[in-house]
């Protein structure tokens, strides 16, 4: 069953730290691009971190939270993580783990999880 499962959202202060989980069906992670997209209330949704359907070389960062933000994953537990460090109000989002066979940094995914709430407070 294609499935992608978050975890690890929650309420944190602005300069907080929060780290993001997402395991992954078997059938979806390998081969395919993987990352986070986060929708902000008003604003369209934006690719936040991903890797490369041809590997963990180069993940892309969009440049609000490079040098904040960076993606990792364990293939042996087929999740990927977003740890988020100096966290800003403006992170303020849902955050939806995201595949797809070509790639993530089009704005546009095949496969999407349920999204988890990240709310950072000033």
């Known amino acids: 069953q294609e499935q992608l499962v978050e975890s690890g959202g929650g309420l944190v202060q602005a300069g907080d730290s929060l780290k993001l989980s997402c395991v992954i069906s078997?059938?979806?992670?390998?081969?395919?691009?993987l990352g986070w997209f986060r929708q902000i209330p008003g604003k369209q949704r934006e690719v936040v971190a991903a890797?490369?359907?041809?590997?963990?070389?180069?993940?892309f960062f969009a440049h609000s939270v490079m040098g904040r933000f960076t993606i990792a994953r364990d293939d042996s537990k087929r999740t990927i993580y977003l740890q988020m460090n100096d966290l800003k109000p403006e992170d303020t989002a849902v955050y939806y783990c995201?595949?797809?066979?070509?790639?993530?940094?089009?704005?546009?995914?095949?496969?999407w999880g349920q999204g988890t709430q990240v709310t950072v407070s000033s």
């Open positions: 995201t595949a797809d066979p070509r790639s993530l940094v089009t704005g546009w995914a095949k496969w």
């Open positions: 078997e059938d979806i992670f390998s081969g395919n691009a």
């Open positions: 890797y490369r359907a041809s590997g963990p070389a180069s993940p």
